[in-house]
């Protein structure tokens, strides 16, 4: 690729045997050997292998909470739990998956790995700050399991005041759990900023990073910025609940509904925190595979910073229905629209990307492209909740279930395998099975679709979140929606396997399977534990597949 | 990393015994660490943000309640403590300036007058605090806010019958909502002290380091470091201060 203007030695390489280049370089992977040289790593790549392991983990104990709640909701009757039970278990689905999973989840994992790389470093500025990180991610990870096991939450993952407040259930430790979670993306976040602030590469402006980089940074800020503001109000109901102050009770002058505003004013910004590195997963892979520089560079980096910025100015979209002003209502309503802009325009360019590229469909660009179609609807969906009259017959519906599912699950889960198949053979070394990534991700999008699709529909019709119980009329839609995560539940536990599989036994890949642009894709695949022999000179931009095209066919001759 | 360059930088400028593997250079390494500590203040100023918007909405929910409260806080012990930490930050200021022209003798000496300080301020804070527990003011159970506590300054006014009555109209509930105000007044100097102690930490860590001769004209990054943080707790201050001592006296 002609990113890189000096002779390129990994260009070499990667033509070469694959084999023979995973045993004469060592990588990260083999540099050196025992448990204490990954629990003590300080390197960046180590590290998110160690957060793919226990994200996963993570995931599969918050899926197996979604297949308690949808196996009770298959009837109408109460019958495989108690009202108590089912809080439960969908509390410990939330608790799980928003704060154990899809916050840190993509930033930790394919951020912690790539940033480096993409922006041609040898490791993050605070390589012990970042693996002091997986340890508060760990801590605050056996905290909130913790309270869910020894007798469960039945809160929410919101922790609603007065109700976090005087149930008896274990707040107190999940409240711990999520306020030490939160301290582990905080500096994740600040490792970031820093990193891409001062450590990029020779030649690599700001406007010549991946966008990737972008979302990221974008993400980072959120992370810095709304992450401690949620420690706080998680924290003031801990001192509430240990030493019954009323910070939040009325009996003694406390608003509950402070508590709902510091909980959406970081909360809010959070699924930004889950959205966004999706969204820089899709802008790399989508150039990649229709072999065409990405269409609007530009406005899709400031968007990035743009929804992070107007995120922060939302939150009050949560509480139209919570005795909010009127004018507070309409203001939030306004802004939540105008946030849709930024994300349009993220969406149209990467249509626009599309258009007139040669695409292929390998499985990392299927997951994108489903991303792109179940975001649309996810993204529409929410501008019927951002209309305060509207959401007034929508809100605490399954509506609103529907819509959150499929940006967090249809958007960012998507995302999310987009990038772990795009990137695998780079963390592996091996490659996944086309195969079985296809089929695993045709699986995911029907299954999704079966899953969450009817909630709109009864949602609209008046089905109330948060019940065990529910009139017989919306039993059809349960029961769709129930077969549907079965299907889902296979699509996603596909890629566990097979890629575990693939981790010992898939076939060896060169430094750069996809032929794509990326300093991340030029060095070999896995990476040295310092990344680069020498650090790379960056003089164009960072999706030039024109050239690259061209480049190829110069090496052909 | 380059653990086997000599100890004496001066010639061997290619094995800088003080550069990470990861840097190029100690310029970048200097930035970066820098830039990574205002990133942290950051994070700090939106933590404490969160204590300052609880208080001031419930400052605004009950003013006659917040009012009396803060009288019954000793300002003189309030700007005594004022004092006390903007003179540590300028010694901690004049302990940054010493480290970089390399005078380990007057570090160390700032160093320690800004510990000093600091020990002082937390001392203060505990006077302060039994003060409230003889009062009955810490929050709880035993928590017991008297209109008509003869000690109290507000009772000494002449038209104290006058005005006891006007606050009791505008907010019946007062003796209860000034407990509100003495939760916000814990927590929030619960939280300051917390970070002080964390900086004394810091402080004292700088001086065992500095005893051992670590730090020199190049390299003198942590003492930089400590010293942002520390003005940051100073900053901090600055704004609770007036907040919680002074919002009854205009």
């Given at each position: 690729m002609s990113a890189i203007d000096a002779p390129n030695p990994y260009q070499a390489q990667s033509r070469s045997s694959a084999v023979e280049a995973a045993a004469t370089f060592p990588n990260y992977l083999n540099a050196t050997g025992g448990w204490k040289s990954w629990l003590f790593t300080g390197d960046h790549k180590r590290i998110a292998i160690l957060y793919i392991i226990t994200t996963t983990i993570a995931f599969l104990f918050g899926g197996l909470a979604a297949a308690l709640v949808r196996l009770e909701l298959l009837?109408?009757?109460?019958?495989?739990?108690s009202g108590d039970g089912y809080n439960k278990a969908f509390s410990a689905h939330g608790i799980i998956m928003v704060f154990?999973?899809?916050?840190p989840v993509v930033p930790a994992v394919l951020g912690n790995f790539l940033v480096p790389l993409m922006i041609g470093a040898?490791?993050?500025?605070f390589p012990k700050i970042n693996l002091m990180s997986w340890y508060l991610y760990m801590i605050g990870t056996f905290f909130g399991l913790y309270a869910i096991i020894a007798g469960?939450?039945?809160?929410?993952?919101?922790?609603?005041?007065p109700f976090s407040t005087t149930t008896?259930?274990?707040v107190i430790s999940a409240a711990v759990g999520v306020f030490i979670i939160g301290f582990s993306s905080i500096f994740t976040g600040f490792n970031f900023i820093v990193t891409v602030h001062?450590?990029?590469?020779?030649?690599?402006t700001w406007f010549r990073l991946p966008l990737f980089i972008w979302s990221m940074y974008a993400t980072s800020l959120i992370m810095i910025l709304g992450t401690p503001v949620i420690g706080i109000t998680v924290l003031m109901v801990a001192v509430e609940r240990l030493l019954?102050?009323?910070?939040?009770?009325p009996a003694f002058g406390g608003d509950p509904l402070l508590f709902q505003h510091l909980f959406w004013f970081y909360s809010h910004p959070a699924v930004y925190i889950m959205i966004l590195p999706g969204f820089g997963i899709i802008s790399e892979v989508i150039p990649a595979f229709a072999r065409r520089n990405i269409f609007g560079y530009s406005f899709i980096a400031m968007s990035s910073l743009a929804i992070a910025m107007v995120g922060?100015?939302?939150?009050?979209h949560h509480l139209?229905?919570?005795?909010?002003s009127a004018y507070a209502g309409m203001v939030f309503s306004a802004l939540s629209f105008v946030i849709g802009v930024p994300t349009a325009i993220k969406v149209f360019n990467w249509t626009a990307t599309l258009y007139k590229g040669s695409i292929s469909f390998e499985t990392p660009m299927l997951f994108a492209l489903f991303f792109i179609g179940l975001f649309l609807i996810g993204g529409l969906t929410g501008l019927f909740l951002a209309a305060m009259g509207l959401d007034i017959h929508l809100?605490?519906?399954?509506f609103v279930v529907a819509h959150f599912h499929y940006v967090m699950v249809g958007g960012m889960m998507l995302a999310y395998l987009a990038g772990i198949h795009y990137w695998w053979p780079k963390i592996s070394g091996r490659m996944y099975p086309e195969f079985l990534g296809k089929l695993s991700a045709l699986i995911v999008f029907v299954g999704f679709h079966i899953t969450f699709f009817p909630q709109f529909v009864m949602g609209y019709m008046g089905m109330p979140r948060q019940y065990h119980e529910y009139v017989a009329e919306f039993q059809v839609y349960h029961v769709l929606s129930t077969a549907g995560a079965s299907v889902l539940g296979v699509g996603f536990l596909m890629p566990v396997v097979y890629l575990t599989y693939s981790w010992f036994y898939g076939p060896r890949v060169n430094s750069n399977p996809f032929k794509?642009?990326?300093?991340?894709?030029?060095?070999?695949?896995?990476?040295?534990t310092t990344n680069f022999v020498e650090i790379p000179v960056v003089t164009v931009g960072p999706y030039e597949y024109a050239d690259f095209e061209e480049n190829e066919l110069v090496h052909a001759r | 990393m380059s653990t086997h360059a000599s100890a004496d930088v001066h010639h061997h400028e290619g094995h800088d015994?003080?550069?990470?593997?990861?840097?190029?250079?100690r310029a970048q390494q200097d930035e970066a660490h820098s830039l990574g500590l205002w990133v942290f203040l950051s994070t700090e100023i939106m933590f404490f943000g969160g204590l300052f918007l609880a208080f001031t909405v419930y400052h605004v929910l009950f003013p006659e309640a917040f009012g009396l409260a803060s009288s019954r806080l000793s300002v003189s012990w309030g700007v005594i403590n004022t004092i006390v930490l903007l003179v540590s930050s300028f010694t901690m200021a004049m302990g940054v300036h010493s480290a970089q022209v390399g005078s380990r003798k007057l570090l160390l000496t700032f160093l320690s007058i800004t510990l000093l300080c600091a020990g002082a301020f937390m001392v203060i804070k505990g006077i302060e605090w039994t003060e409230k527990y003889h009062h009955h003011?810490?929050?709880?159970?035993?928590f017991h806010f008297d209109l008509?506590?003869?000690?109290?300054?507000?009772?000494?006014?002449?038209n104290w019958g006058e005005r006891r009555e006007a606050i009791l109209i505008a907010d019946p509930h007062v003796e209860r909502h000034a407990q509100m105000f003495y939760v916000m007044y814990f927590c929030l100097t619960g939280l300051h002290g917390i970070h002080v102690l964390i900086g004394m930490g810091l402080i004292t860590w700088m001086i065992l380091r500095a005893k051992r001769n670590e730090f020199n004209t190049r390299w003198n990054t942590p003492i930089e470091l400590t010293g942002l943080y520390w003005h940051l707790v100073d900053v901090i201050w600055i704004y609770l201060f007036p907040l919680i001592y002074l919002i009854h006296r205009h």
């Open positions: 009837t109408p009757q109460g019958d495989l739990m154990m999973f899809l916050v040898k490791d993050l500025a469960g939450v039945d809160t929410g993952w919101t922790f609603y005041t008896n259930t274990n001062k450590m990029r590469a020779p030649g690599l019954h102050l009323g910070v939040f009770d922060f100015f939302v939150w009050g139209f229905v919570s005795g909010q809100h605490d519906t399954y794509a642009t990326g300093l991340e894709w030029q060095t070999s695949s896995p990476p040295p | 015994p003080y550069l990470a593997h990861h840097f190029e250079d003011l810490i929050p709880g159970a035993s008509n506590d003869p000690t109290a300054p507000e009772t000494q006014l002449a």
